[in-house]
């Protein structure tokens, strides 16, 4: 699939470049995804990102880390981050903005590293595609965290964008969607939009608590979940 959001990216920093980046899925016309949004500072995030990087401690993994903005806060929080990005252009940009460690990477073929939090926002989680990827990407995750780790992510329920459509087959949420920018357009590619009761359900099922710690007026929450210790271990 071709990178147009890392490009987007790269060209927005190196020559404040105005082309648009837009999303397209099924459900109507394509929408802007402003490229500026990847460059924000802590004082124009969303409450929901703010809170999410005040819960983060110990040595951080931000998954899809995109231009960097939340891997540089967590710096100045004092933090040891590593920004994991499988865009070549990101992490490119990510470097020139001064992050100590960028990593490039695909989250899944990630080995032999251990982390205290995982962190993934913009529905970074959409990265798990369906809902039985969704349980790999838990199984990933557990591999990746220290024993007393936390997984933070957001994501939102897409319920409302049926109202005047039929349910498909599949899970609601695992939605088909491409890039555009300028010319080229990607390969249509999965993205997963989890609703928050579906979440808990397989977090449990694969041994995680959860806790829902912030939630908005447009479905979208916050949740930080931690690897329950199997029976009789200590």
């Given at each position: 699939m071709t990178d147009l959001p890392g490009l987007a990216i790269h060209d927005y920093y190196f020559s404040k470049n105005t082309e648009e980046l837009f999303v397209e899925d099924h459900f109507g016309p394509e929408v802007e995804m402003p490229v500026a949004v990847y460059f924000r500072t802590a004082e124009e995030?969303?409450?929901?990102?703010?809170?999410?990087?005040?819960?983060?401690?110990?040595?951080?993994?931000?998954?899809?880390?995109?231009?960097?903005?939340?891997?540089?806060?967590?710096?100045?929080?004092?933090?040891?981050?590593?920004a994991l990005e499988i865009s070549p252009k990101a992490c490119e940009v990510m470097k020139q903005r001064g992050l100590k460690k960028v990593m490039l990477q695909d989250f899944f073929l990630l080995e032999d590293e251990k982390f205290d939090t995982l962190l993934l926002l913009m529905n970074g989680v959409g990265i798990s595609s369906t809902l039985s990827g969704f349980r790999d990407?838990?199984?990933?995750?557990?591999?990746?965290?220290?024993?007393?780790?936390?997984?933070?992510?957001?994501?939102?329920?897409?319920?409302?964008?049926?109202?005047d459509l039929e349910l498909p087959q599949n899970y609601y949420g695992e939605v088909e969607c491409r890039y555009h920018y300028?010319?080229?357009?990607?390969?249509?590619?999965?993205?997963?939009?989890?609703?928050?009761?579906?979440?808990?359900?397989?977090?449990?099922?694969?041994?995680?608590?959860?806790?829902i710690v912030y939630?908005?007026?447009?479905?979208?929450y916050l949740a930080q979940l931690k690897k329950l210790m199997p029976e009789g271990s200590y």
């Open positions: 995030m969303p409450e929901l990102e703010r809170l999410a990087l005040e819960k983060c401690q110990g040595r951080v993994l931000d998954i899809g880390a995109g231009a960097g903005s939340h891997a540089l806060e967590l710096e100045k929080m004092g933090l040891d981050v590593t990407f838990l199984k990933k995750c557990g591999e990746l965290l220290n024993p007393s780790g936390i997984l933070i992510f957001d994501s939102c329920d897409i319920a409302y964008m049926y109202e300028g010319t080229p357009v990607t390969d249509w590619f999965k993205w997963l939009y989890i609703d928050p009761q579906t979440m808990k359900k397989i977090a449990g099922e694969e041994g995680w608590s959860v806790e939630t908005d007026e447009n479905d979208q």
